[in-house]
């Protein structure tokens, strides 16, 4: 099983957590967030925060179009190989956007819309690690079994690197 978490966007205020399935610790996707956001500029980073206010943010009970079907398959989003095996199940169609992936599809205009699994940060048991990015403010909060467990500015995440989030690691690990 792996270590499940979110990649979550805040948007005006709001919350909003895209599900990722695996590698969720701070060495795994905390590092490519890192990376993603160290190649930002602040004129990325202003691109970014109009990018996000613009997704549509779906239920993935919901069944995404035929047309967004055939749109996200073919940018080679989908995963066949898991959940329900069909494009009609939002979990496949977007799977592979999981890893970070889906920071790099905002910014490129490939995706604009994402399933909205905030909710699973409740599960502390399960959601064991989220990240949730501000683009207004340029900060990024950092949950460790539901708690919020840091923020750092992306100015601090940036020049800090992967130390960053090594050394957030090795302190819960030494908590524990």
Not at 53 to 64: A, F, Q, R, Y
Request: with cysteine.
């Amino acid at each position: 099983m792996g270590t499940r978490g979110l990649l979550g966007l805040i948007i005006k205020a709001q919350r909003h957590g895209f599900y990722n399935h695996f590698d969720s610790y701070p060495s795994g996707l905390g590092n490519a967030i890192v990376k993603f956001l160290q190649g930002l500029s602040n004129e990325d980073c202003a691109k970014m925060k109009n990018l996000v206010e613009e997704i549509t943010w779906v239920n993935e009970d919901s069944l995404p179009t035929p047309e967004l079907q055939k749109k996200y398959s073919e940018a080679g989003f989908s995963n066949l190989q898991v959940s329900n095996q069909t494009l009609e199940d939002w979990y496949c169609l977007l799977h592979k956007l999981q890893n970070g992936k889906v920071l790099l599809a905002i910014q490129n205009g490939q995706v604009k819309h994402l399933t909205d699994k905030v909710d699973f940060l409740k599960d502390g048991l399960f959601c064991e690690w989220a990240y949730f990015i501000d683009f207004e403010i340029q900060k990024l909060e950092i949950w460790k079994a539901g708690e919020m467990i840091d923020v750092a500015t992306f100015s601090k995440v940036t020049q800090d690197g992967d130390s960053y989030m090594a050394e957030l690691e090795k302190r819960t690990q030494e908590e524990e």
